[in-house]
């Protein structure tokens, strides 16, 4: 926990999901895009979602977050579990 407070908290971060991904919510279907924009909450130690979408350049100049606050979630796991092997 210690890495994660001194690298994203309170500062803005995206995660990379890896591909889109389709979500249920009460029957309906949603495809989420593949980068998730998450900014911290004033005054809390907390964040919350304002955006996804495909495009990571214009995502991290919008919100000004620098490439190393991009975190990989998802398939990329599995992929580099594959390879420690």
Do not use: S
């Not at 005054?43 to 490439?67: S, V």
């Amino acid at each position: 926990m210690e890495n994660w407070d001194r690298l994203i908290r309170h500062k803005p971060y995206i995660t990379d999901l890896g591909k889109n991904c389709t979500m249920e919510f009460h029957m309906i279907h949603a495809v989420v895009g593949r980068y998730i924009v998450w900014l911290p909450m004033a005054g809390t130690d907390r964040h919350f979602i304002a955006e996804e979408g495909n495009d990571l350049e214009e995502l991290m100049k919008k919100y000004d977050i620098p490439f190393e606050h991009i975190q990989r979630l998802g398939p990329f796991m599995e992929e580099e579990t594959e390879n420690d092997q």
